[in-house]
């Protein structure tokens, strides 16, 4: 447990994120709870004398409340559907493998990262999850948060202005999400954060890859569907996630020098093109054939962290389960497999 002044710096480095979020709305910029609270505090950890921590502490409970949130949209009618998803999961299978093989050819030839670190950074995974694989295994650890951040913030970044801007999608304001606090009916409220609780830690002891959104999900998904639970999550604090994983992000270059940054991001968007050629192909075949809403196609085939890709879905009120299960085959996929053949990989 942090003390008293770690948890106080860490409410400053929020509050600059909600001065992040309070510009970006009044510019109408897309998804600004998230991308402003990215911009103040990767901005405020140039600056040595502000003392902020990251609220790294706060990234489970939100974890768990987006996890909550993706459990609301399975309703029973959604459920019964399912197996209308089945071919477009399967496709997930072959684009996780060309997404990671591309990407490893790219970071091993053009950036001449050493095989495994090449591997670790061009899994489609969590940042978190690939650090700890390959640190396991001994790779660069250092070049794969560098990458992989790099890569998650050019989608975060770019998958709001292509919603709004060519989709014509508003997320451009303080809109309305779900219901505000003061309608929620209360006992759901205590069923929620008790379901929440225990499903993060019973995926966390069960060693459930992304435990604290999976488990909730899963617990909420049951809760839902049997109609135990009927208020979604309140609309404040889905902003508050945004606010949170926006300042986490924003962290993420502290104690890298400017040259090494714009090095990196330089290098990564080479990566980040060939993820969009492959995604544009994947998500082209699949609104050819199944004739699902490209917006959702476009969330599932989006390699970015499976938490921030839902928050995205959530905000944008796309199809929900459509894009959970996608991500959820392809974290399976990654977290299964990525290791085994990392062990097979010779330096």
Known sequence: MPNIQSLLQMLLAIFI?????????????????????????????????IPI?????????????????????????????????IFSILLIIP????VAFAGAYYYYKVLHFDKRTAFFSSIPG???????????????TSKITLVQSSRLLFIVLTLPFIIQYIFHLDISGNRLITIPLRDIYLPDFFYLGIIGIIGAYTAKK?????????????????????G????????????????????????????VTLKTIIKTLIGTFGHFIILAI??????????????????????????????????????????IPYITV???VRLFIVMNIAPLLAKRIKD
């Open 326 to 328: 996608h991500h959820i």
């Open 53 to 85: 921590q990251s609220p790294k502490i706060f990234s489970t409970p939100a974890r768990i409340i987006i996890g909550l949130v993706i459990g609301s949209a399975f309703t029973p009618e959604i459920l019964g559907n399912l197996h209308t998803y």
């Open 95 to 98: 684009y996780t493998i060309i």
């Open 126 to 140: 969590g940042v978190i999850e690939m650090v700890i694989l390959g640190e396991q295994l001994k790779a660069d």
């Open 206 to 226: 069960l060693n459930i890859s992304a435990a604290y959104l999976i488990g909730p999900m899963i617990l909420s998904i049951i809760a839902y569907s049997a």
């Open 17 to 49: 994120g909600i001065i992040g979020s309070i510009l970006f709305i009044y510019l109408h910029l897309p998804l600004p709870w998230l991308l402003g609270a990215i911009f103040t505090s990767s901005i405020a950890i140039r600056f040595q004398n």
């Open 228 to 255: 135990f639970v009927h208020s979604k999550p309140p609309d404040e604090l889905i902003k508050g996630v945004q606010v949170i994983f926006g300042t986490i992000i924003g962290f993420t270059f502290i104690g």
């Open 278 to 319: 492959i995604s544009a192909i994947f998500i082209f075949i699949v609104y050819y054939f199944f004739d699902f809403p490209v917006i959702s196609i476009l969330l599932a085939f989006s390699p970015g962290g499976q938490a921030e890709i839902n928050l995205i879905a959530i905000l944008v009120a796309a199809n």
